[in-house]
């Protein structure tokens, strides 16, 4: 039972795992390796959100959280290079919400500001 527990990496861990971070732009590729890359795309979600296609020699995987595929007034849609990945891993906590339309949701946000 680890409720409430705190410590579960030290300072040193942390500071050891920053310095492996490195950023990504969008559709921009990084080579890990000579067999790996990994390509970031425009999920359209939220501001910064990603997807991201790591490829593995001849296998590949797109990775994303939720994207959006209609855009609106603030974020466009989601953009992604033709494709065929091995393996999609996706968000689907609203893939069966069935939604009031934009216009709708537009108007009872305004009438909440």
């Given at each position: 039972d680890r409720y409430g527990e705190t410590d579960f990496f030290?300072?040193?861990?942390?500071?050891?795992?920053i310095k492996k971070v490195r950023t990504i732009r969008v559709h921009e590729t990084i080579q890990i390796d000579k067999d790996i890359s990994v390509k970031c795309?425009?999920?359209?979600?939220?501001?910064?959100?990603?997807?991201?296609?790591?490829?593995?020699?001849?296998?590949s995987v797109l990775y994303t959280g939720d994207y959006n595929m209609t855009p609106d007034r603030?974020?466009?849609?989601?953009?992604?290079?033709?494709?065929?990945p091995t393996v999609?891993?996706?968000?689907?906590?609203?893939?069966?919400?069935?939604?009031?339309s934009k216009r709708c949701r537009e108007r009872d946000f305004l009438k909440k500001v």
């Open positions: 030290t300072t040193q861990q942390i500071k050891q795992c795309y425009y999920a359209g979600h939220v501001l910064g959100a990603g997807m991201f296609l790591v490829k593995v020699g001849s296998q603030h974020l466009g849609c989601a953009w992604v290079d033709r494709c065929n999609l891993i996706s968000e689907s906590t609203y893939a069966t919400t069935i939604r009031d």
